[in-house]
């Protein structure tokens, strides 16, 4: 088993920390990245991090990068209520799967109650900011060392 985790970022999401900072927060997007790449390299675990707005683009990086990860962190963005290729690539893989959404979405808009990914996910986090993010490895991480 691979010792890496693929954390993907859906669209809009490189807009962290300009973009509706009272809902989102004020951490940007490349700082939620450093984050999970020094909790990673601290437990000996490369984090890979990819943001896209195309979801084909999302789709190529998990046909390329996906087989070899011991689990994904994806926060699909928009892309949880309506993004069927992005789901049928995650469904391929055998890793374990976390949907981490910063704000927590059944608070919000009925829309965004429904997720795509959700169903294929191992688990979900929502509504504990960027955090989420690192709740999400460490949960992967402490999975790895019972396998």
């Given at each position: 088993?691979?010792?890496?985790?693929?954390?993907?970022?859906?669209?809009?999401?490189?807009?962290?920390?300009?973009?509706?900072?009272?809902?989102?927060?004020?951490?940007?997007?490349?700082?939620?990245?450093?984050?999970?790449?020094?909790?990673?390299?601290?437990?000996?675990?490369?984090?890979?991090?990819?943001?896209?707005?195309?979801?084909?683009?999302?789709?190529?990086?998990?046909q390329t990068r996906g087989w070899e990860a011991?689990?994904?962190?994806?926060?699909?963005?928009?892309?949880?209520?309506?993004?069927?290729?992005?789901?049928?690539?995650?469904?391929?893989?055998?890793?374990?799967?976390?949907?981490?959404?910063?704000?927590?979405?059944?608070?919000?808009?009925?829309?965004?109650?429904?997720?795509?990914?959700?169903?294929?996910?191992?688990?979900?986090?929502?509504?504990?900011?960027?955090?989420?993010?690192?709740?999400?490895?460490?949960?992967?991480?402490?999975?790895?060392?019972?396998?």
């Open positions: 088993m691979s010792k890496t985790v693929l954390v993907i970022h859906g669209p809009n999401l490189n807009m962290l920390g300009r973009r509706e900072p009272h809902i989102y927060g004020a951490m940007t997007l490349d700082a939620i990245n450093e984050a999970l790449k020094q909790r990673g390299a601290a437990a000996g675990i490369e984090v890979q991090c990819i943001q896209s707005n195309h979801e084909g683009e999302l789709v190529d990086a998990i011991m689990g994904i962190i994806i926060n699909p963005g928009a892309l949880t209520h309506y993004g069927l290729s992005l789901r049928d690539a995650l469904a391929m893989l055998s890793a374990p799967i976390i949907e981490v959404h910063l704000s927590n979405v059944y608070q919000r808009e009925a829309f965004r109650h429904t997720s795509v990914i959700a169903p294929i996910a191992r688990g979900q986090i929502t509504g504990l900011g960027w955090r989420g993010y690192l709740l999400a490895l460490e949960w992967l991480l402490a999975e790895y060392e019972t396998v």
